[in-house]
T-cell receptor, first 116, second 116 residues
Framework: GAGVSQSPRYKVTKRGQDVALRCDPI?????LYWYRQALGQGPEFLTY????????KSGLPNDRFSAERPEGSISTLTIQRTEQRDSAMYRC??????????????FGPGTRLLVL | AQSVAQPEDQVNVAEGNPLTVKCTYS??????LFWYVQYPNRGLQFLLK??????LVKGSYGFEAEFNKSQTSFHLKKPSALVSDSALYFC??????????????FGTGTRLKVLA
């Protein structure tokens, strides 16, 4: 399809394990964003890539969280030593241009992470 | 700091009646406002946006939104609700305060229930 895809759609893991969440943006989209959405809340910004460069990681909650986009397309969000408080929906979005305020971000279906 | 408020957790409306989902915002500069809809097990879908120009913005699925600068509001409207419009609706403002990235700041969402 032509939309943003994310995998896995659901991930159950045990506390202390590492997880890797994948995002495949719309083809040709320059900008890629990661958000985290807790139950009953709106998505909250985690990090932003322009091509392969991570321009902003101010929303990453701590150093257990990291992200990469090595070839400027697919991105991986990695959470090390997961904790129960990391349980949430993780959403990826992409936009065509370089992240201007008028640009629309297109979201993937999300990965629901449950840490036991 | 820029923010968005959605004062109603849930809105119920009868099918065929007009619907309004409320959103107010607080920004320090020009407002860039967006509405998204979230269906179960699907990603956030873009509905419409206000960047500049006409205060009445038309979007997907027959939705429209009215930008009111004096009331700092951006309410979502539809003249005649359908049962299939039942979903979770998010208002968002673009913000780059601090980090320089135009990320979304989302409201907490309003669940719309259209009754047959």
């Amino acid at each position: 399809g032509a939309g943003v895809s994310q995998s896995p759609r659901y991930k159950v893991t045990k506390r202390g394990q590492d997880v890797a969440l994948r995002c495949d943006p719309i083809s040709g989209h320059v900008s890629l964003y990661w958000y985290r959405q807790a139950l009953g809340q709106g998505p909250e910004f985690l990090t932003y890539f322009n091509y392969e460069a991570q321009q902003d990681k101010s929303g990453l909650p701590n150093d257990r969280f990291s992200a990469e986009r090595p070839e400027g397309s697919i991105s991986t969000l990695t959470i090390q030593r997961t904790e129960q408080r990391d349980s949430a929906m993780y959403r990826c979005a992409s936009s065509r241009g370089a992240g201007g305020p008028q640009e629309t971000q297109y979201f993937g279906p999300g990965t629901r992470l449950l840490v036991l | 700091a820029q923010s968005v408020a959605q004062p109603e957790d849930q809105v119920n409306v009868a099918e065929g009646n007009p619907l309004t989902v409320k959103c107010t915002y607080s920004v320090s500069g020009n407002p860039y406002l967006f509405w998204y809809v979230q269906y179960p097990n699907r990603g956030l879908q873009f509905l419409l946006k206000y960047i500049t120009g006409d205060n009445l913005v038309k979007g997907s699925y027959g939705f429209e939104a009215e930008f009111n600068k004096s009331q700092t509001s951006f309410h979502l409207k539809k003249p005649s609700a359908l049962v299939s419009d039942s979903a979770l609706y998010f208002c968002a403002v673009r913000d780059k305060e601090g980090s320089g990235t135009y990320k979304y700041i989302f409201g907490t969402g309003t669940r719309l229930k259209v009754l047959a």
